[in-house]
């Protein structure tokens, strides 16, 4: 995939009360993609637990602070969408970022395991010299593995 300019680009403040209207772009982004109305709804699902993390945890529920999110209509050899969301937050090393424990019962902290397994691929990285980019991309159905689950290694190191 090749990162020309996003088709669609938003900046939005840390506002959970914007969460409704993004999902709303990103459903009807995924429709036009081509995803089915499940697969669009997961999506959203898994963008909503990206913002939800950087508004509760990066900015400590401070909801003035920007966040942008990009996205990109594939139509390579492997159609889906790509998802860009960076924000200002103070940076975490990324490798620091994982699901609590599944067998823990209580609720909250499955953000992480969500976009995982939702999501084809997924990461985390520093973003210059503040803020954070949560890196997500989906696949148009045939080759749907979600980015934290157990499969063929790909030959990027990384087991699926």
């Known amino acids: 995939m090749s990162m020309s300019e996003p088709q669609l680009q938003i900046k939005l403040l840390s506002d959970p009360q914007l969460l409704g209207p993004v999902r709303g772009i990103v459903k009807a982004s995924a429709e036009k993609a081509g995803f089915d109305a499940d697969s669009a709804s997961h999506l959203c699902l898994a963008v909503d637990e990206g913002l939800a993390n950087i508004i509760r945890h990066g900015y400590e529920s401070d909801h003035e602070q920007p966040i942008w999110m990009s996205i990109w209509f594939e139509a390579d050899d492997q159609p889906g969408l790509t998802i860009h969301i960076e924000d200002e937050a103070q940076q975490v090393d990324p490798s620091t970022i994982r699901s609590r424990d599944l067998e823990e019962v209580r609720p909250g902290g499955l953000g992480v395991h969500l976009i995982q397994e939702i999501m084809d691929e997924c990461s985390w990285e520093k973003r210059g010299d ?18 934290g689950s157990s499969g063929p290694d790909d030959g990027d190191g990384i087991e699926r």
Do not use: Y
Request: proline share 6%.
């Open 130 to 147: 503040k803020g954070m980019i949560l890196k997500l991309r989906k696949r148009l159905p045939g080759n749907l593995t979600g980015c």
